[in-house]
């Protein structure tokens, strides 16, 4: 399996982002073009290669059995897109706000919502698989009201489109939502960001929001969840761990997997195991580190085992990486603090 490395010089890391790439093993990058250099040694299979048209592309999720990849971006706190990425030709459309489709509010549903939102900042995407290709679209939302706003996706025509359905407000004294997990029976898991003291919640329609008991942890980030929900797995942001807390069991049992890097999301991939991108701004001690803009691991959530995947230091075109996904054998990365597009690596 192909790697891209670190070079042993250090880079510079300020206020949280990676400066730009020495030259090293890593290609370097026409950032007005987004067109990747070929690799320094000679070997085009170490290319790092690029989808273009994102800004910020925070989270990446890929919608079953479609070619189409739908990524969060932000341009301030309080605004962003939506795209659908076509993974067979790399075009990037936006989906939202532009092309949405007008808003039908589901009351029965999201009843303490008051209405439409078009304009935040889109975050953390999970999905509940529907048919005919027409899915729900859940998008943690930040700006004038910190909600997770809800869409009818429908992926079964020539380009995605979105329709505003309702919204599920933040519960009350959360800090920051930031990933999301749909649930067995309609239930819809979330996470709290606080590195002071985070934890994970779960939401109803019939109950709201009820905090998970034993979830307590610093700085919760990504969240995926088995298919019988019977297990959450946490991006340990502040651990630099994956963690694995049980779901519906007493006394909850919590199982820390250290990775060695600042966990951001979480993602299945094809094989089972879970792909868990992050990054390294900064020594967790007081020993020399080599801060790395992208890290991606995989883990197996029945042996606990860990592989590591790729050591990405990160250019001028690509910043601090979040999230990755395997898309037809490439590992698409995406990422955040002036990151332009979603990095391609070969497997």
């Known amino acids: 399996m192909p790697r891209v490395t670190l070079s042993r010089a250090l880079s510079l890391v300020l206020l949280g ?3 730009p790439a020495v030259a090293t093993g890593v290609p370097a990058l026409n950032a007005q073009t987004c067109e990747a ?9 170490r290319a790092v290669k690029f989808v273009c048209g994102t800004t910020n592309p925070e989270d990446l999720y890929q919608v079953p059995n479609t070619p189409w990849v739908i990524a969060s971006g932000r341009t301030s706190d309080s605004e962003g897109p939506i795209y659908a990425v076509d993974s067979r030709d790399h075009n990037v459309r936006e989906i939202f706000p532009a092309g949405a489709l007008a808003p039908q ?25 529907g048919s005919s290709g027409v899915h729900t679209l859940y998008v943690v939302g930040h700006g004038a009201r910190e909600a997770i706003e809800v869409f009818e996706l429908d992926a079964g025509g020539a380009l995605p489109t979105m329709k505003w359905i309702g919204c599920i407000p933040a519960p009350e004294g959360t800090r920051r939502i930031n990933s999301i997990t749909a649930l067995p029976g309609g239930y819809l898991g979330a996470t709290n960001f606080d590195t002071s003291g985070g934890e994970l919640w779960e939401w109803h329609p019939t109950t709201g929001w009820i905090e998970v008991p034993g979830s307590q942890m610093r700085g919760p980030n990504g969240l995926v969840s088995s298919d ?5 797995y946490v991006g340990g942001w502040s651990d630099r761990a994956l963690v694995r807390v049980s779901r519906g069991q007493t006394p909850v049992r919590v199982d820390p997997i ?3 890097f600042n966990v951001d999301n979480v993602r299945w991939g094809p094989n089972g195991k879970i792909i868990v991108a992050g990054h390294v701004t900064r020594c967790a001690g007081p020993e020399p580190c080599e801060p790395a803009a992208a890290r991606v691991a995989e883990v197996d959530p029945s042996t606990f085992a860990v592989e590591q995947l790729l050591d990405y230091k990160g250019n001028d075109f690509f910043r601090l990486g979040t999230v990755a996904i395997d898309v037809s054998g490439e590992i698409w990365i995406g990422g955040i603090n002036g990151s332009l597009g979603i990095a391609r690596f070969p497997r």
Do not use: K, M, S
């Not at 019988?228 to 959450?232: A, L, S, T, Y």
């Open 228 to 232: 019988d929900g019977r297990w959450f």
């Open 105 to 129: 509010h589901d009351g029965d549903t999201y009843r303490a919502c008051p209405g439409p939102n078009y304009v935040f900042q889109p975050h953390g995407l999970t999905l509940r698989e």
């Open 37 to 45: 250099d070929g690799d320094p040694a000679g070997d085009p299979a």
């Open 17 to 19: 982002v990676i400066a």
């Open 258 to 260: 250290p990775v060695g």
